[in-house]
């Protein structure tokens, strides 16, 4: 291992006005060499305006990926090609806007980082097993630090990637989209790893959104308009990393789960 290590955090999913509170209140206080944040819902809930993107660009996060909702907003559309902190899923189909990984600068190195869409519950896109397996010997071509944002429902689709993701040197593996941390994170053959890392936003709410919505929804089957729950908790979960710039072996994985009072702020 190399004498310094580089330090990388990762926020879950930001859900609305809240997750982008709780994720800018936890950078004025942290300082890390390189910030990644899953931002699919972080515009009402749904999708990402360009005025959030360049929101939460000034905050100081370097990389964004996103997943299934990256579409909600139509506006993104007209500026994802223009927008170099941002990543969609790789394995939507060849001509589709924006690019599912990216090689980033950070200080003296390099960091590849890869948004993939899981298939199982999911089921809109086509894994693309061998473009994704290419992608990753491609951006170990360029950089020893693979990271890996994988959006997926089931736990046993995220597990078995990642086991097969670390046999390729991928440095870590990420789960996104259950909004529900899980409690698992390790280092996986030198890979840091968790199933699900989690959300940004309302404490007091269904993963993000208004209990009396979410309600409504699972017991009447009728469309109901989901809303990002206003709460006065709030939380931030995210995982924080250090990875030996030299190998790209994660050297520690820590989890971070917080809640706060909007009133103690």
């Not at 948004?115 to 170990?140: M, R, W, Y």
């Not at 046993?156 to 996104?176: P, R």
């Not at 919505?213 to 009728?222: E, I, K, V």
Request: with cysteine.
């Amino acid at each position: 291992m190399s004498n310094k290590t580089i330090k990388i955090i990762f926020f879950g999913d930001l859900v609305g006005k809240p997750g982008r509170f709780a994720v800018k209140k936890f950078l004025a206080e942290h300082k890390y060499d390189f910030v990644i944040a899953n931002v699919e819902n972080a515009s009402h809930g749904f999708g990402l305006t360009e005025k959030n993107y360049n929101e939460l660009s000034a905050m100081g996060i370097d990389c964004m990926t996103s997943g299934n909702h990256i579409w909600d907003k139509k506006e993104i559309f007209s500026y994802i090609d223009k927008a170099k902190k941002l990543i969609r899923p790789i394995n939507y189909p060849v001509g589709t806007k924006g690019v599912g990984s990216r090689v980033f600068d950070c200080g003296d190195y390099k960091i590849g980082v890869m948004n993939i869409l899981g298939k199982v519950f999911i089921n809109i896109v086509d894994f693309q097993f061998s473009l994704i397996t290419e992608t990753i010997k491609k951006l170990k071509e360029q950089t020893p630090i693979v990271i890996i944002d994988f959006h997926a429902e089931a736990t046993a689709e995220k597990i078995c990637f990642a086991k097969y993701c670390s046999q390729l040197g991928v440095s870590v593996f990420l789960g996104t989209h259950t909004h529900v941390q899980t409690a698992d994170e390790c280092i996986m053959n030198n890979m840091g790893y968790i199933t699900d890392v989690g959300f940004c936003g309302a404490y007091d709410s269904v993963i993000g959104m208004e209990y009396k919505n979410s309600l409504a929804h699972f017991t009447t089957n009728l469309p109901s308009r989901y809303e990002v729950a206003d709460s006065q908790i709030f939380q931030t979960s995210a995982v924080e990393l250090e990875i030996d710039p030299l190998t790209g072996h994660t050297v520690a994985i820590k989890r971070i789960l917080r809640n706060e009072d909007r009133n103690e702020v």
